[in-house]
């Protein structure tokens, strides 16, 4: 996972006249890439310029590490002002589109990787390809391959992970099991390992007359994110994998049924938070941090917050292991891409702009402010027994050991409002796992025809 970031000015720009790079930015009036970094710098520090931003780092640790970067680049640049929305994801998702195919569309956006955001927005003409800037800034150094297949597209937006670039992520992501160490020490268990071994402590768990599981989905996202941990735990990385790729398999088969069966089951023995569907997923994370549960699945973009709330050393961190397997299998990657948009008027300002808070010394800052950066600092060595260790450790072991599975709803156009809505109805018992599954895969099957 660890890469150098190489950025010398020569290499750059050799990769970026080798390759035929630098175009101009669509429906941009022909605002062109400067061929160099310091044509790049010169450009964005000469007269006025007003970027508008849209970002989902709502939640109390990204939130303070994008102000603190936000306002670092206008320091560096006092001619740039940062206009900054930032939205929950769910709002993002219903507003973005709109706001990009409008007359006064933001500079920079944050967009969901995969068909129903990213695709969309690419298909539509929406997204800048940044080829250019990826051969300028090193990003192709900087970070790994597979993570940047998953913020490209073919340019008609109807290959995922095709030849153009439209993005960059700041985070990196893992959905696991976040446990409370006191709850647990009660208990007598360890951190679970395996699907069964978490099963086992929910059971003891219920038994001590303590909430085994928080979970809220009146958002309807957190449901991607718990079935993809027990799907991915009993399937394993490569079989869900080649679903979301539609390299091969079907939702139906026999693991993905058993994931449904096993999220209904521990919904009928108490081990959910009653009346799931209407608590938020703030309001679930929260009671976890209170010591209302003794697990809560979601993802590591709630660091933080946690340590806040238990301190760094009051919760732990682990994601699943399937049977026979030696790394642990689970929904992740990273976080939203920063893309520019096809309109921008500052196609070199909102490159340096993602740039600056996306590379090495970013990282340092997202670090500090207890999030997971895209790519670890080679220095970060979090203290055993915290919360950041945890969470670094499963990660480097996940990534390097092609543990990591693509998000669900990265499936099809549609996949992310099938799933969501099919999972609410999962928890409350009106769909056996059975119909549950051959939704997905009717959705599945209806996109693979619409592409021929």
């Excluded at 080649?242 to 939702?251: F, I, K, P, Q």
């Amino acid at each position: 996972m660890k890469k150098t970031r190489k950025i010398p000015l020569l290499v750059g720009v050799a990769a970026a006249l080798a390759l035929g790079l630098a175009a101009c930015a669509p429906g941009s009036g022909g605002s062109t890439a400067s061929q160099t970094l310091g044509a790049v710098s010169k450009n964005v520090g000469s007269g006025k310029v007003t970027l508008t931003v849209w970002d989902q780092n709502t939640d109390g640790g990204i939130d303070t590490a994008q102000t603190a970067l936000n306002t670092a680049f206008e320091k560096k640049y006092p001619n740039v002002t940062i206009k900054r929305v930032s939205r929950s994801f769910t709002d993002l998702k219903t507003t973005l589109k709109l706001a990009l195919s409008g007359s006064n569309p933001p500079d920079v956006v944050q967009a969901n990787q995969g068909y129903p955001d990213m695709g969309a927005f690419v298909k539509a003409g929406l997204l800048r390809p940044i080829n250019d800037y990826a051969g300028l800034y090193g990003w192709k150094d900087y970070y790994p391959s597979s993570l940047l297949k998953l913020n490209s597209f073919s340019e008609d937006g109807k290959t995922w992970q095709g030849d153009k670039l439209y993005g960059v992520s700041q985070t990196g992501e893992v959905v696991g099991v976040f446990y409370n160490r006191d709850i647990l020490k009660k208990l007598g268990v360890e951190a679970p390992t395996s699907l069964k071994e978490l099963s086992d402590d929910m059971a003891k768990a219920k038994a001590a007359g303590i909430l085994p599981l928080s979970y809220g989905d009146v958002e309807k996202s957190p449901g991607i994110h718990l079935y993809g941990v027990v799907q991915a735990a009993l399937a394993g990385q490569k079989a869900v994998n080649d679903l979301v790729t539609s390299a091969s398999g079907a939702w139906t088969d026999p693991a993905n049924v058993e994931a449904a069966k096993t999220i209904q089951s521990w919904q009928s023995k108490g081990y959910l938070t009653p009346g799931a569907n209407g608590v938020s997923r703030d309001a679930a994370v929260a009671s976890f941090g209170k010591g209302g549960a003794a697990f809560l699945i979601t993802g590591t973009w709630y660091q933080a917050t946690l340590e806040e709330a238990l301190g760094k050393s009051g919760v732990g961190f682990t994601a699943l292991k399937p049977d026979g397997a030696d790394v642990p299998a689970t929904t992740g990657g990273e976080g939203l891409a920063w893309a520019l948009t096809s309109k921008t008027k500052h196609p070199d300002a909102a490159a340096a702009y993602v740039n600056f808070i996306t590379d090495k010394s970013a990282s340092q800052t997202l670090v500090k402010t207890g999030n997971l950066p895209t790519v670890v600092p080679d220095d970060d060595k979090p203290a055993d027994g915290t919360l950041a260790a945890d969470i670094t450790s499963e990660y480097k072991t996940i990534s390097s050991g092609n543990g990591i599975v693509p998000y669900l709803d990265y499936t099809t156009s549609t996949f992310y409002d099938t799933l969501t809505a099919a999972m609410q109805d999962l928890v409350a018992g009106k769909v056996t796992p059975e119909q549950f599954t051959q939704t997905l895969q009717d959705d599945y099957t209806k996109f693979a025809s619409s592409r021929g």
